[in-house]
């Protein structure tokens, strides 16, 4: 790999932290946790605990069916516009390769420490790696969360030495993940371009190479749940983000009209939100929106998000041919630019975003 691709990939810096997963083992029930983890806002309005909701549900095979397509497609901006969050059902990912990955994720997280350590953070500047990111100072608030993540897309910016050679099947698994979410990233945002009256081919250059990251979360269970944040409000800094929650455990949390609302999804439906990469080419016809994940008492709850972003040479503003003759809404900024503000300051709901609105 070139060593301008590797500076051109530089996200930001994150301190070291405590790894959770050990610290939630040593603690019984009776024990406190530390200072750095509670978080006075986790204890919201307990109906976002209990009240789940089902996504909108989006079928990608209605959405090619030529039957289907037009009301399945018509469904897709709708809720694009009013929720920007859906799950996506009938993706044609193979159910055996989502079962293996899903064994490999549990299988490389409940290894003893020492061996997950292997594949630690370096701070090279892409924050890949098992550990944290977003912590910038010694007194910044901690997410009850331990994170592994790595580049999958483009292929020559894989650093094989963050990919677990164990369990045997893990790196394959993930290879194959990889190539099966590219193709139903294709297919949605063709369907988002023409719903946003932009012709595909627009978009198939803005995420050429179509670079891929996958985030795999492990949020260990808590004595005091109500406590503590899994992940800290934040809107993604992505095109769309493709979420699968390995073991169905819930507590994903969606901002929607200013309430927070749990959200819970059919089992091996993708929960698909869009980010802010979305928000601006769209011109805020559709928005990115804020979420977090929340902790319980019993059970470990474990997720993987493949973040869909644009080329790396994106200059980030809205596409002239969503704003026609209309108000534009926000500024531009290099995608560079827009990475670097966001990984350089902790996860803080849609703070990176609002700069650029005018
Ligand atoms: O684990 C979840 O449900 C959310 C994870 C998330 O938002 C992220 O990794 O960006
Ligand atoms: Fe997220």
Redesign the pocket.
């Known amino acids: 790999m070139a060593t301008g691709e590797v500076h051109s990939q530089c996200a930001g810096y994150t301190l070291p932290v405590p790894n959770v997963q050990s610290l939630a083992t040593s603690l019984d029930k009776s024990s406190q946790i530390p200072e750095r983890y509670v978080r006075p806002e986790a204890e919201v309005n307990p109906i976002a605990r209990t009240n789940e909701i089902e996504l909108p549900v989006i079928d990608l095979v209605k959405l090619i069916d030529p039957e289907f397509s037009k009301e399945e497609a018509a469904k897709l901006h709708l809720t694009c516009q009013e929720w920007s969050f859906f799950q996506l059902v009938n993706h044609g990912v193979p159910e055996e390769l989502i079962e293996g990955l899903k064994a490999n994720t549990l299988e490389f997280f409940n290894k003893p420490l020492e061996e997950k350590m292997v594949y630690k953070q370096d701070n090279d500047g892409t924050l890949q790696g098992y550990g944290q990111a977003f912590v910038l100072s010694e007194e910044q608030k901690l997410d009850w969360c331990d994170?592994f993540y790595v580049m999958t897309r483009p292929v020559a910016l894989r650093n094989m030495k963050f990919w677990p050679t164990s369990p045997s099947t893990f790196r394959d698994n993930i290879d194959r993940y990889s190539l099966e979410l590219t193709k139903v990233a294709s297919c949605l945002w063709q369907y988002i371009a023409t719903n946003l009256g932009v012709a595909p081919e627009v978009f198939t250059q803005l995420f050429k190479d179509r670079p891929q990251r996958m985030?795999f979360?492990y949020?260990p269970p808590c004595p005091e749940a109500d406590k503590v944040i899994?992940?800290s409000p934040?809107s993604?800094a992505t095109g769309f983000?493709i979420?699968l929650?390995i073991n169905d455990v819930q507590?994903?949390q969606i901002r929607k009209d200013g309430e927070w609302i749990a959200v819970s999804a059919l089992p091996n439906a993708f929960?698909v939100?869009l980010g802010d990469i979305t928000e601006v080419l769209s011109n805020g016809i559709y928005k990115s929106i804020e979420?977090?994940?929340m902790i319980n008492t019993q059970h470990p709850?474990i997720?993987l998000?493949a973040?869909h972003g644009p080329d790396n040479s994106l200059m980030l503003r809205p596409l002239p041919e969503v704003v026609g003759d209309g108000k534009l809404n926000y500024g531009s900024v290099s995608y560079q630019e827009f990475m670097k503000a966001l990984f350089n300051k902790k996860l803080e709901g849609k703070s990176v975003i609002e700069k650029l609105k005018l």
Request: cysteine-free; glycine content about 10%.
């Open positions: 994170m985030r979360n949020y899994g992940i934040h993604d983000s979420l929650q507590g994903l929960i939100n979420h977090r994940a709850r997720s998000v973040f």
